[in-house]
């Protein structure tokens, strides 16, 4: 995507899982890459292991809630695209810390929107939410982007919070209809749930499964029922970088909305038969389901429509669910092998074969 060559980007959340390999993607177009974020809350990984900090043109360690240290940072990187990344990405945690999800999802995005409207130059802004935003009811259908937003817990009710706040942010200060004046483009885009190599985050089954594998301990599994749409990290990655491309390639007010990532519906999977893949792919090990009292609400099935991306945007996703979980078990297995050297190259790899190179 020669878009990107050349340009400023700015990043936040680039420490995180999909925040690292965004940044490296975006540095193997050539872009320059500008980071914020805070240290990643877990050793290892993939910031570290794979040296993502070479790659940036500055890159600000602090919190998103910092508004002076956020502005500071955006001014000094004068974007012509930003990725919003930044969160608290947990379900669970949000239950003992609600106040700080709220805080760092709502707040924090709007910082950044803050951020921009006192640069005042044009700019084309991709804001990451969440699947989890949508009044989840149970539907066996997937959600589609103009379903009513909720949350039952702080997480998801927290992101359904940010995608209105933005929402109103850009009506109010960046309207769609007088682009040529402001040149601020804002789409908010909501991806399923991403696996790949590099994420270690807590209460996330694939970081649990390769915990337990790597120590040859079974594997603990909450929900065995539970319907999620899996797929690689590179899958909405390259949802997001083409949403931008397009954005900067013409005012198209229509991309100024929100916008769903997410597998194929028939690749759509319950927890129990991700598990089973991954052991066959990793080579051994199992897994049973663990008993938790008092254990907070998690929703049992959540599907997305990609109609809208498929139609519009003409993107598609690449990797079928065996695939992803190939290359996600070769990727950990590479690093518990004691390649950790070379974990970048493993990125990098799975980026080319994404690309088709």
């Not at 700080?100 to 044009?122: A, D, K």
């Not at 254990?295 to 809208?308: Q, V």
């Not at 945007?313 to 950990?332: F, G, N, Q, V």
């Not at 390649?339 to 088709?356: K, L, N, V």
């Amino acid at each position: 995507m020669s878009t990107y060559k050349g340009k400023n980007v700015f990043i936040t959340g680039h420490t995180g899982f999909k925040g690292s390999w965004l940044s490296l993607w975006l540095a193997k177009m050539g872009a320059n890459v500008f980071g914020y974020s805070l240290f990643p809350d877990t050793t290892p990984n993939n910031y570290t292991v794979s040296s993502v900090t070479d790659f940036f043109s500055e890159e600000t360690i602090a919190d998103i809630r910092d508004k002076k240290s956020l502005k500071k940072a955006i001014k000094e990187a004068n974007p012509d695209f930003v990725f919003h990344l930044a969160a608290q990405p947990l379900v669970r945690k949000s239950y003992s810390c609600p106040v700080e999800t709220f805080e760092t999802n709502v707040i924090g995005s709007l910082n950044v929107l803050e951020g921009l409207r006192e640069l005042g130059q044009p700019c084309s802004v991709v804001m990451i939410t969440s699947d989890k935003c949508y009044e989840n009811k149970g539907h066996i259908w997937g959600y589609r982007e103009n379903d009513p937003l909720g949350g039952y817990d702080p997480y998801s009710a927290s992101k359904a919070a940010a995608e209105i706040a933005v929402a109103s942010y850009r009506q109010s200060f960046f309207p769609k209809d007088i682009l040529d004046k402001h040149g601020v483009q804002i789409a908010t885009v909501r991806a399923g749930n991403v696996i790949g190599g590099g994420d270690w985050a807590d209460d996330r089954i694939i970081p649990d499964a390769v915990r337990a594998l790597s120590s040859g301990k079974t594997i603990p599994v909450r929900n065995p029922n539970a319907v999620r749409p899996w797929q690689h990290v590179l899958e909405p990655l390259f949802g997001y970088l083409m949403l931008g491309a397009k954005m900067s390639d013409g005012k198209n007010p229509e991309l100024c909305s929100a916008w769903n990532f997410g597998p194929r519906c028939d690749e759509e999977c319950p927890v129990s038969d991700l598990m089973d893949l991954f052991c066959k792919e990793w080579g051994y090990g199992n897994w049973n389901q663990v008993s938790l009292t008092n254990a907070p609400h998690e929703a049992s099935i959540l599907r997305l429509s990609i109609d809208k991306a498929v139609n519009k945007l003409h993107w598609a996703p690449r990797w079928d669910l065996h695939e992803t979980i190939k290359r996600t078990a070769a990727w950990y297995q590479k690093y518990y092998n004691g390649d950790e050297g070379s974990m970048r190259d493993a990125c990098f790899a799975d980026i080319d074969a994404y690309q088709g190179r």
